[in-house]
């Protein structure tokens, strides 16, 4: 059974920094991409970011270029997200998610797993 867990979130400061993390367990195929999602009270998912497990290709979200950046360690199935000069506009659950195939691309659609998500809220 795929799992996804997320950990990291929590209640910061505008301008201040979070570091979120991503465990990824149970599958068996080796080409695939883990991206970061939000979800704002309202509002729909949307796609943050994203990296390769083939090559370590990224892929950012034009609202977070500059501030968030992404990392991974295949060895231990582990995605960060380091985010950094954080804004109210933040503030949402962030998921991460599983997809098969290499490709960075931010089409909630296009990934199968889904962890339960964690809360980031950015305070003025």
């Known amino acids: 059974e795929v799992q996804l867990v997320e950990s990291g979130g929590g209640l910061v400061q505008a301008g201040g920094s979070l570091r979120l993390a991503c465990a990824a367990s149970?599958?068996?195929?080796?080409?695939?991409?883990i991206g970061w999602f939000r979800q704002a009270p309202g509002k729909e998912r949307e796609g943050v970011s994203c990296?390769?497990?083939?090559?370590?290709?990224?892929y950012y979200a034009d609202s977070v270029k500059g501030r968030f950046t992404i990392s991974s360690d295949n060895a231990k199935n582990m995605v960060t997200l380091q985010m950094n000069n954080l804004q109210p506009e933040d503030t949402a659950v962030y998921y991460c998610?599983?997809?098969?195939?290499?490709?960075?691309?931010?089409?909630?659609?296009?990934?199968?797993?889904w962890g339960q998500g964690t809360q980031v809220t950015v305070s003025s």
């Open positions: 990296i390769s497990s083939s090559d370590g290709s990224t």
């Open positions: 149970g599958f068996t195929f080796d080409e695939y991409a």
């Open positions: 998610a599983l997809k098969r195939g290499i490709a960075v691309v931010l089409w909630v659609d296009e990934y199968d797993y």
